[in-house]
């Protein structure tokens, strides 16, 4: 079983970087890292999937069996990184998959907005979105994306949901192939 983790922020030195890339060494995961990938801006033609990055990109979330996605809150909504990811993508790559919702904030009660963003998306990609999510703020991340026990507790928990839906989401699959 394959759990992949992707970093919907742009920014090398952001929060929603250091924490994805905290989060992938605790746990065996792929991981997917926007703020490296330099994708095209998506414009539909078909020379952009032929380079390299888009090329990894699909790769990569093809082999997910279930998807940890994080994002910034940026204006009141996921970073124009992951959505413009998200349009190189369609149903195809997400339909029975079983994708958990991570938004990292800058405080002051935000985080909620890119988490429903979020949600409709993915829905829209008919992606098998968990009720479980989680909001970081920066209160809950110390020194270079290392988290306080009740948020580290948070993702834990979310992991663990996300790691219980991709196995019974792969049985079911799997089955549904044998008949
Ligand atoms: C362009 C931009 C827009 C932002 N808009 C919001 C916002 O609407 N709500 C919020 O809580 N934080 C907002 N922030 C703060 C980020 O959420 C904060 O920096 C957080 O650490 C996650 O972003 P990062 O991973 O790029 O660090 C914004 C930051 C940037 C750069």
């Given at each position: ?14 929060r929603?970087?250091?924490?994805t ?29 032929e ?22 809150e ?13 349009d ?9 998959k ?8 800058g ?7 890119a ?29 270079k994306?290392?988290?306080?026990k009740?948020?580290a ?18 049985q ?5 192939q044998?008949?």
């Open positions: 079983m394959n759990i992949l983790i992707i970093n919907g922020s742009p920014r090398e030195t952001g929603t970087t250091q924490v890339r905290e989060i992938h060494k605790s746990y065996q995961s792929s991981f997917l890292d926007l703020s490296q990938l330099s994708l095209p801006i998506f414009t539909g033609e078909p020379h952009q999937y380079t390299e990055e888009v090329q990894e990109l699909i790769k990569k979330i093809e082999k997910g069996d279930g998807i940890l996605l994080a994002t910034p940026y204006h009141g909504a996921m970073s124009g990184a992951l959505k413009n990811a998200f190189f993508l369609n149903s195809a790559y997400f339909a029975h079983p994708v958990a919702l991570l938004a990292v904030s405080g002051g009660k935000g985080g909620i907005n988490l429903n963003n979020l949600r409709t998306v993915t829905r829209a990609l008919y992606a098998n979105v968990l009720s479980k999510q989680l909001v970081l703020d920066p209160a809950d991340i110390l020194e994306g290392t988290l306080r009740n948020a507790d948070g993702i834990h928990e979310l992991v663990n949901e996300l790691t219980m839906y991709t196995q019974v989401s792969k079911i699959l799997e089955a549904k044998n008949v």
